[in-house]
């Protein structure tokens, strides 16, 4: 079986250490939380992002981009996951 997952990034500028990706947090709601992303295992807030779906299939990680709006980021990622979990039950068959 193939091995696919999806996940919520923020894309941003590090001044520190230029392009960087971080994991999107998501609030005590399960809704995503505007701006946020955890950095090791801090959960910080950043003005300037993007969200991006970190898609891997086998080896392979792509990106898509998304923009900043956080209620489109996470349908997008759901939409993503059920279009998967299809794929991969078809591949188990």
């Known amino acids: 079986m193939a091995n696919l997952a999806v996940s919520l990034v923020i894309h941003l500028t590090d001044v520190e250490r ?11 709601n ?36 998304l923009g900043t709006d956080a209620l489109k980021a996470a349908a997008a990622l759901e939409q993503k996951e059920s279009t998967l979990e299809a794929t991969s039950a078809w591949l188990s068959c």
């Open 18 to 28: 230029g392009w960087m990706r971080y994991p999107a947090v998501r609030g005590a």
């Open 30 to 65: 399960g809704r995503i939380r505007p701006g946020y992303a955890m950095v090791g295992k801090e959960v910080i807030r950043f003005e300037r992002f993007s969200y991006q779906l970190r898609t891997c299939e086998g080896k392979k990680t792509k990106y898509e981009p």
